[in-house]
């Protein structure tokens, strides 16, 4: 199985198009590495076609920035490598790029009742054609083989509900429905191939508890929430009020951070995904970078590849 990271960065990017912090002005300098949204890409081996877990606002660009999810030389003049799009949530940043995938091109996309039912109740989903792009209810703790319009990918996933939150754009302004109000709101996906190796792919995750560490267990790779370093970081950097917690993301940092909760997680490596613009480990020089890589953690990057 081989994973490739689409986009490492969390909602809006690095540098986000507005952002004036100085880890975005050293991104435009050229001192720090860009990111696009979050997203990864998934495949069997050779002929078994792409899966795409989130489909971000950049996917368009993300495409043109790997070969290996564009158009082989030799191919009809309409088509694609990607047979599939699963969805974690109905975050903008993880459905937009949808839109940009409507070119009446077949693919079948897999999410939750709660999310396929959101991408129905807006009409501008429309242009994503039902008559050509299948759209498959997936039930939480069932594995399902990932298929697409020319048949199975060789891929199996499983969604499993983590702790999380309603959508920004859903949101109703009461704690009681917008926090953890529906388990298909915010999932994680188990994503394995034939030979049984397995990934865990959670771009999202508000809290880690003891049913999650059993889920992970024995799992090759870890893609974990590493939106924020530090909980307040939004507010202390000047640059918003909410704190992570509050986004329905868990900190890396501090006594009940990511790092001290997953610190004794069986699995063999562990990735940190969806990077806020705010966060001080996308500066490799900086002491929290140093402190992730001391753990054993790896900070994701646009085009890393990871072969299991």
């Given at each position: 199985m081989r994973l490739k990271i689409l986009g490492s960065a969390a909602g809006g990017g690095f540098p986000q198009w507005n952002c004036n912090y100085r880890l975005s002005r050293a991104a435009r300098?050229?001192?720090?590495?860009?990111?696009?949204?979050?997203?990864?890409?998934?495949?069997?081996?050779?002929?078994?076609g792409w899966v795409l877990f989130n489909a971000s606002p950049d996917v368009r660009q993300q495409i043109n920035e790997t070969v290996e999810l564009q158009p082989a030389p030799d191919a009809p003049l309409r088509s694609t490598p990607i047979r599939a799009v699963v969805l974690t949530n109905a975050d903008v940043d993880h459905l937009a790029g949808l839109l940009s995938l409507r070119e009446r091109q077949p693919f079948h996309l897999y999410a939750t009742a709660r999310v396929l039912a959101v991408l129905a109740a807006n009409p501008i989903f429309r242009v994503l054609d039902e008559a050509v792009?299948?759209?498959?209810s997936v039930e939480l703790g069932q594995p399902f083989a990932i298929e697409g319009p020319q048949g199975p990918t060789g891929l199996t996933a499983e969604l499993f509900a983590v702790?999380?939150?309603?959508?920004?754009?859903?949101?109703?302004?009461?704690a009681e429905t917008d926090f953890e109000a529906d388990p298909e709101d915010t999932v994680g996906a188990r994503i394995s191939d034939a030979q049984g190796r397995s990934a865990f792919y959670v771009p999202g995750c508000a809290r880690v508890d003891a049913d999650f560490l059993r889920r992970i267990?024995?799992?090759?790779?870890l893609l974990f929430d590493g939106t924020v370093f530090a909980d307040d970081e939004m507010a202390a950097a000047g640059v918003g009020t909410k704190t992570g917690r509050r986004?329905?993301?868990?900190?890396?940092?501090?006594?009940?951070?990511?790092?001290?909760?997953?610190?004794?997680?069986?699995?063999?490596?562990r990735v940190f995904v969806h990077i806020n613009n705010t966060n001080p480990i996308l500066d490799e020089a900086s002491p929290?970078?140093?402190?992730?890589?001391?753990?054993?953690w790896v900070v994701a990057f646009d085009g890393m590849e990871i072969t299991l």
């Open positions: 300098a050229g001192e720090l590495r860009p990111r696009l949204q979050s997203s990864l890409a998934a495949t069997s081996g050779a002929d078994a792009v299948r759209r498959l702790p999380g939150k309603v959508a920004l754009f859903l949101e109703t302004g009461r267990a024995g799992g090759d790779l986004m329905g993301h868990l900190p890396i940092g501090g006594e009940d951070g990511s790092l001290r909760a997953l610190e004794r997680a069986e699995v063999a490596r929290e970078r140093r402190t992730v890589e001391r753990a054993g």
